[in-house]
């Protein structure tokens, strides 16, 4: 069976959409759809032209977070297992379904991308480290990891974000020069917050 990209990302979307749990609030469709345009993009800018690669690049991203749908913690493990049902079978390798399951699993925080494609998925589901709509989506990861118990106090929030973004790196030469000066504005604002936090304490 011949692979269906706009089947296969219509069928997934509306699972995203009918099925995720809604506390997730970071977790969503609207992440997937970020991280899917946001690796084409990046892809284009690295020259990864080659259709095949492209679309094994773009089915790893629609599939990243569908194992979000059964466990939280491990989810890039079930997500590998939602994506290899659906693509058994189809006109894809098993060589090609090994790289998609590959390139999600890079994704696993701390990242850690083997090639070129594993480089690009990390770099796109970050990209917002780096964006103008960084305190939108990170509001966002706030009221998920609140409602899961994640974290109990704004100042431990705040800490999370400076030790998580201090640790975080681009790995593609797109991203490290679009993104990383305005990350680390961020993160300079968030030290500032914490310092105002800590303050208001005293």
């Not at 506390?23 to 259709?51: C, N, R």
Request: aromatic share 8%; hydrophobic share 40%.
């Amino acid at each position: 069976m011949q692979v269906d990209f706009q089947i296969l990302k219509e069928k997934v979307l509306e699972m995203l959409s009918l099925h995720s749990n809604p506390i997730f609030a970071y977790h969503s469709v609207s992440h997937t759809i970020d991280v899917l345009s946001t690796s084409e993009k990046i892809a284009a800018e690295e020259g990864v032209t080659d259709p095949h690669q492209l679309l094994l690049l773009k089915l790893a991203a629609l599939y990243h977070d569908t194992g979000f749908l059964v466990i939280y913690k491990g989810h890039e493990e079930e997500s590998c297992q939602i994506a290899i049902k659906d693509l058994i079978g189809t006109n894809l390798s098993a060589k090609d379904i090994e790289i998609i399951c590959a390139t999600i699993m890079a994704t696993k925080i701390p990242q850690s991308p083997k090639d070129h494609l594993g480089e690009i998925i990390c770099d796109a589901d970050l990209d917002y480290l780096g964006r103008d709509d960084f305190e939108m989506i990170s509001n966002n990861l706030r009221k998920e990891y609140f409602t899961l118990g994640m974290v109990q106090t704004e100042a431990e929030w705040i800490q999370l974000q400076i030790k998580f973004i201090e640790r975080h790196n681009y790995f593609t030469k797109t991203s490290r020069e679009k993104r990383s000066f305005k990350k680390l504005k961020h993160l300079e604002q968030l030290k500032n917050q914490a310092v105002s936090t800590t303050n208001s304490r005293l």
